[in-house]
C-alpha cells in the first residue's frame, strides 16, 4: 500500500529540475520522481498522484503527451508549468484536462501551494490566479476561470442526467478528462457535488431553470 503522495516532475532542463525537486521537497510531503521526456514514463512504476509537465519537450511535446499521461495514471492532476505564455496552447491543454498553468517565473510558494491543492485533489483557490499577460508573467490560468465551451457542453449533458461515461463517449473525451471538468465545475461555483452544480448554474443563469 502506497504511503506517501508522489509527483511526476516531467522537464527536459536538468537544473530546473534539480531545483524544483529540492524546493518541493522541503515544502511538501511527497516524494519527486523527474524524468526528462513523456518516454521515459515507460519505466516508471510508481502511482503517480500530480504531474508537474513542461510544454516544450524533446519528441513528444507536453500538451501532445498529456493522453499518454492521463493513459497511464488517470486518477493524476496535471499542471502546466512552462516558459512559454501561448494562450492557445494553454487553453488546449485546459480543454484536454489539465487543472492548471504556472509560468516558470512563478515564486516558488505559490508553485508549492498549488503542488500542495492538487495532492489534496482541490484545484487552486481563486486567490492564486492571475490574468495571462502579454509578456512571461507569474501565471496561473484554471480551468473554474475559463467556463469554456467544453465545460458547458459537460454542465448541459450533466444537467441531462448523463453518467460521466456517456459524457465522455458523447465528447470524445476519457471519463478522467470529464471527472477533471466537473472538478472544474464544482470549484467554479463554489459547491460539492453533481446536484448543486445544476441548481447553482441555473441560479447564474448557464442553465434553464425547471418550470
Aim: net charge negative.
Amino acid at each position: 500500500m502506497k504511503t506517501k503522495k508522489i509527483v511526476l516532475l516531467v522537464d527536459d532542463h536538468a537544473l530546473f529540475r534539480a531545483g524544483l525537486r529540492l524546493i518541493l521537497e522541503n515544502k511538501i510531503d511527497a516524494e519527486i520522481i523527474e524524468i526528462e521526456k513523456i518516454s521515459d514514463v515507460t519505466g516508471l512504476e510508481e502511482e503517480i498522484d500530480v504531474i508537474l509537465l513542461d510544454i516544450c519537450l524533446p519528441g513528444l511535446n507536453g500538451i501532445d503527451g498529456m493522453i499518454i499521461l492521463q493513459q497511464r495514471w488517470p486518477e493524476a492532476r496535471i499542471m502546466l508549468l512552462s516558459a512559454l505564455n501561448n494562450h492557445e496552447e494553454i487553453n488546449r491543454a485546459l480543454e484536454l484536462g489539465a487543472c492548471c498553468f504556472l509560468h516558470k517565473n512563478t515564486d516558488s510558494t505559490l508553485i508549492c501551494n498549488t503542488v500542495q491543492s492538487l495532492l489534496m485533489s482541490r484545484l487552486p483557490s481563486k486567490s492564486d490566479h492571475l490574468q495571462i499577460q502579454t509578456q512571461p508573467s507569474p501565471v496561473v490560468t484554471q480551468a473554474k476561470t475559463l467556463l469554456s465551451t467544453r465545460l458547458l457542453e459537460v454542465l448541459a449533458l450533466m444537467a441531462e442526467g448523463h453518467s460521466n461515461k456517456y459524457i465522455a463517449d458523447k465528447l470524445s473525451l476519457s471519463e478522467n478528462t470529464v471527472r477533471n471538468h466537473i472538478v472544474a465545475l464544482m470549484d467554479h461555483f463554489r459547491v460539492h457535488n453533481r446536484t448543486k452544480i445544476i441548481i447553482a448554474a441555473q441560479q447564474a443563469g448557464y442553465l434553464a431553470r425547471p418550470e
